[in-house]
């Protein structure tokens, strides 16, 4: 037994900031915003809104600067990001 005890995920205690998941497209930003969700039981987004979750979501997967990719209306009110890396060998012809 490694003392270690897995329970589902809880409602944080207090409000939580945005932050965007910056990547460029191909270094698996789609799987961490799956992994998030799993993890904390909260909703993640996509600059394009395209599950029509607004600003009610935990992270904001984006490829901005990239033309995939852009910043959302309420970018101003966004002070946080993770950056997704994965190595450009294996990235760049992924997304081809």
Avoid at 19 to 38: D, F, H, I, K, Q
Avoid at 39 to 59: A, E, I
Wanted: charged share 20%.
């Amino acid at each position: 037994d490694g003392g270690c005890e897995i329970t589902w995920p809880q409602p944080p205690q207090k409000p939580y900031e945005t932050a965007y998941a910056a990547s460029y497209p191909g270094c698996g930003a789609r799987m961490t915003w799956n992994l998030v969700e799993a993890l904390t039981g909260l909703w993640t987004g996509d600059d394009w809104d395209s599950n029509n979750r607004g600003k009610r979501v935990v992270t904001i997967k984006t490829h901005f600067p990239h033309d995939a990719g852009r910043l959302v209306p309420w970018d101003d009110e966004i002070h946080r990001a993770l950056v997704i890396i994965r190595n450009p060998m294996h990235a760049i012809p992924s997304f081809f």
